[in-house]
DNA sequence: CGGGGATAGTCCCCATAGGTAACCAAAAAC
DNA sequence: GTTTTTGGTTACCTATGGGGACTATCCCCG
């Protein structure tokens, strides 16, 4: 029986729900943004601040992704300076409650560990 | 009270909850390791297997990292060929349980759509 | 009147992360 | 005796992401 396993996909490759999940959100900065967005921080210089360590490149990329997937809005103002407001859409709130499990984890495990990968030297 | 939350971050860098553990889980494929390793795929060339799109540099350098973050251990068999089978730790088996509300959003709101990054062409 | 700051990006160049392919060793299977 | 299997490592090369400069327009300050 475990030879059936080593044998055959557990999921066809493109349909295991956990991958198409992680082509949504996966990477290191988007839960943090739909976490952030739903918090208030709602704009893109907010949101950069929010997030040391991140590039603005890599900022506006994310947020065309997410816009993209349907997971926010983009509002854009018309004023001088401009304005941008970005808000979780449904389904961008149903996936903030898929991910705050995550967030409980690092509360539970991590809070006493010190960081590797993201340490921001101050 | 806005004006509060513009100018100061919501937390001290490296001490937002959701931030270390995408630092331990976060990328494209360790919540897919680990869900797999789960599910009885615990060797190496198995998880190759599931995980088309992986190169072996990365599953090798991925699987090093949570044996490193104690989310998965390894064990070596002095046989020809040579086997090692991961299995997941305590920790590990609580960060599946976090992570598995991902898998849960898959199934609820991505089962029509059709993939984008990962696709695999066959 | 002139200079500087603020917003939300975009663009180019370069470093590095990650993909590809080859190689390993020893036994077993054909 | 040639091929297959396992769990990697290594060298090489490309694609991704970081850093910094640049933009336009208006307001505030002196």
Redesign the interface.
């Known amino acids: 029986m ?1 030879k059936e ?2 044998n055959a ?2 999921y066809p ?2 349909l ?13 900065w988007k ?2 943004i739909v ?2 967005v739903s ?3 709602n704009r893109f210089s ?1 949101l950069e ?2 997030l ?2 991140i590039s603005r490149k890599m900022l506006a990329n994310q947020l065309r992704e997410l816009e993209r997937d349907e997971l926010l809005t983009r509002e854009i103002f018309a004023e001088i300076p401009p304005r941008v407001e970005y808000s979780l859409t449904e ?1 961008g709130l ?2 903030l ?15 006493h ?1 010190q ?6 030297q101050l």
Not at 97 to 111: F, K, N, S
């Open positions: 475990k396993l080593s996909l557990i490759p493109v295991c729900p956990l991958a198409l999940t992680l082509d949504v959100i996966g990477g290191k839960p943090l976490h952030l918090q208030g921080v907010l601040k929010q040391p360590g389904t149903s996936l409650a898929a991910v705050m499990p995550l967030y409980e984890w690092g509360v539970q495990h991590l809070a560990k960081p590797r990968h993201t340490a921001i």
